[in-house]
């Protein structure tokens, strides 16, 4: 079966950092483009970050510098590294497969930001 | 930036209705758009892909036209399942955009 599952969301500090997962099964993400994507309570769908099959990494402005995608192949697993998270970090956190179009999103995983 | 403007933000239908909604992107982005369904409290939905093209498991009620900055998704004959919120998303440039969301509420 082809599933993306999130997991790692929490209530964190502004200015801490966490880091968020996302387990695929049915393809493998070495071989395939995954992204980020958030949405804000209440809002719209914001794209965060981007990983290609090869390798190379893409940042929405608002989390550059703060923020790294990465990817663990033998545990075919996807990551969001969050550093110096503000309280406009607080969204649902998915993770999407493809390359042009999202194929195939997780569940999600909440993130708040709040003292 | 991209900028993808979606009309109208809000539409209450009836059922069986037929419904467009249109995303202007703010330049030309080819056939790169895409279109989602999102229902509350869950994970958006892949409808239409690079503007016109149909997924397999989706209605045949659902289908997008357009090209370059003007596209549109049309919904024939609308079903009450289809109550949900409506993005485009263009993947020609980064960053990657979506609009802002078409809330179709069915009477």
């Known amino acids: 079966e082809v599933q993306l599952v999130e997991t790692g969301g929490d209530l964190i500090q502004p200015g801490g950092s966490l880091r968020l997962s996302c387990a695929a099964s049915?393809?493998?993400?070495?071989?395939?483009?995954f992204s980020w994507v958030r949405q804000a309570p209440g809002k719209g769908l914001e794209w965060v970050s981007v990983?290609?099959?090869?390798?190379?990494?893409y940042y929405a402005d608002s989390v550059k510098g703060r923020f790294t995608i990465s990817r663990d192949t033998a545990k075919n697993t996807l990551y969001l590294q969050m550093n110096n998270m503000r309280a406009e970090d607080t969204a649902v956190y998915y993770c999407a497969r493809g390359w042009g179009a999202f194929d195939h999103w997780g569940q999600g995983t909440l993130v708040t930001v709040s003292s | 930036e991209i900028v993808l403007t979606q009309s109208p933000d809000f539409q209450s239908v009836t059922p069986k209705e037929k419904v467009t909604i249109t995303c202007r992107a703010s330049?030309?982005?080819?056939?790169?758009l895409h279109w989602y369904q999102q229902k509350p409290d869950q994970s958006p939905k892949l409808l239409i892909k690079s503007a016109s093209q149909s997924i397999s498991g989706v209605p045949s009620r659902f289908s997008g036209s357009g090209s370059g900055t003007d596209f549109t998704l049309t919904v024939n004959s609308l079903e009450a399942e289809d109550a949900a919120t409506y993005y485009c998303?263009?993947?020609?440039?980064?960053?990657?955009?979506f609009g802002q969301g078409t809330r179709l509420e069915i009477k």
């Open positions: 998303h263009q993947s020609n440039i980064f960053p990657i955009t």
């Open positions: 990983i290609y099959s090869g390798g190379a990494t």
């Open positions: 049915g393809f493998t993400v070495s071989s395939d483009y």
């Open positions: 330049q030309s982005i080819g056939s790169n």
